[in-house]
DNA sequence: TCTAAAGCCGAGCATATCCATGGGAATGGT
DNA sequence: ACCATTCCCATGGATATGCTCGGCTTTAGA
């Protein structure tokens, strides 16, 4: 009764042809979820991974892999042993989407050329004069105002504004 | 002299660790390119993929498979044989690059539950309450946004507006 | 009518992604 | 002291994706 659905997104299949655009793979998605479930428990103590996996029809050891680079980044701490788990390492308030995703999918561009402004002439020798690079650095921009903006605490706020009891099996 | 690199972008190594996020593929980039040396050349008649691969240093035969769908949603149109080639089969005002991206990637959205709104439900059944979905239906729109305001002409112009006499290079 | 230029088509390889498996190390309760 | 729980780490495999390659069809011009 406490699990809603296992592994629900898994078995998705995609459509016919090609799949999405600018796509978010599923470390961003399952890492966000994760982070979400942690700021929804701040302060109460560390929260298994199992616990998350359940709630959020998760694989619990593809978790243990997307944990990992969040807490060597300084984004949550862990607590092994009986009764240990993880949680925030941060204000949830200090925590924005773009952080996590930046940490599970590295910099935020939908090309290598706006990746990083420095060597951008070193990916295709063209930088000066492309047309095309200055419409991906706007794409970037446009992606990275959006998911900076938004905190696990502006997320928390509007689960428990829903007043859906259920907040927690969402996301 | 008319060359200036083969298969330049093709060379370039990945970074040790993971890429980025909400990534272009090949598929839309090289598009985009392609269609802008259309726009370039548009009204003096069909321009072999040959030329365009050799300017952009792209691969002919994986262009090839680029236009394919691109003449199928009617963006250009092909003349076969010799002296053949492809051409715009509409203004260059008239074609966005979000256009081109969603004939070439599919719908332009970070998430398989924002591509559509109609079944969003059905991708994980918790559509209603999700907080995430939000957040990943802010970037789709931040995204295309940016990608329907920009034309083909307005790369045109911006390219001519640059006096670089090796616009045609560039992109 | 022959040939070269060009569009068209399908198969195949290489790599990345997603996730599973099997263990080890640390900790708290009994 | 033991055991269950939990984090931690490394490897492997199925699937999807990105890209290349070879061969066929159509057409203009000599």
């Not at 296992?6 to 982070?35: D, I, P, W």
Request: hydrophobic letters at 40%; charged letters at 25%; a negative charge.
């Amino acid at each position: 009764m406490g699990c809603v659905t296992m592994y629900a997104e898994t078995l998705v299949a995609h459509s016919e042809f090609g799949g999405e655009a600018l796509r978010l793979s599923t470390r961003g998605r399952y890492g966000v979820k994760a982070m979400f479930e942690l700021a929804m428990n701040h302060g109460r103590g560390p929260i298994p991974l199992k616990e998350i996996a359940d709630r959020q029809g998760l694989s619990e050891h593809y978790l243990e892999q997307l944990v990992a680079p969040l807490r060597k980044a300084g984004l949550v701490k862990s607590v092994r042993g009986a009764h240990g788990g993880y949680m925030l390492n941060k204000d949830p308030a200090s925590i924005s989407v773009g952080d996590i995703i930046r940490v599970l999918e590295g910099p935020i561009a939908p090309t290598d050329c706006v990746a990083d402004e420095h060597d951008a002439v070193e990916h295709c020798g063209r930088a000066a004069g492309c047309m095309a690079r200055s419409v991906w650095a706007k794409v970037r921009d446009s992606i990275t105002e959006v998911v900076d903006s938004i905190t696990l605490a502006d997320l928390c706020e509007e689960a428990r504004k829903s007043g859906d009891k259920n907040y927690m099996y969402y996301i």
